[in-house]
């Protein structure tokens, strides 16, 4: 079952951003947003508070956002894989 969100120009735009996961690293993070989007669910990463700093690059925890329509289902994906359906 793929999830079909209206996307505006901007390919990786998540509107109303609901947090669904924290990585511990960037990469970490990447390979959440890969799962996701084999799902057909949008993502964006952003630098967990307190870890907003250039300096870090790839070190420190992300938050993993999807938009508040897809926060169901990314749950589901994350933590039973596939949905069902």
């Known amino acids: 079952m793929r ?3 209206r996307r505006d120009r901007r390919e990786s735009a998540v509107r109303d951003p609901v947090k669904v996961a924290t990585a511990r690293n960037q990469p970490e993070a990447e390979f959440i947003q890969a799962l996701l989007r084999e799902e057909g669910v ?3 990463l ?3 508070a307190g870890f907003d700093v ?3 690059l790839a070190v420190g925890p ?3 956002l999807v938009p508040a329509a897809a926060a169901d289902l ?3 994906i994350l933590t039973e894989g596939r ?3």
């Open 3 to 5: 999830l079909r969100l």
């Open 42 to 44: 949008p993502s964006m």
């Open 46 to 48: 952003r630098r967990s």
């Open 54 to 56: 250039p300096d870090f």
């Open 62 to 64: 992300r938050d993993v």
């Open 74 to 76: 990314a749950r589901q």
């Open 83 to 85: 949905p069902q359906g």
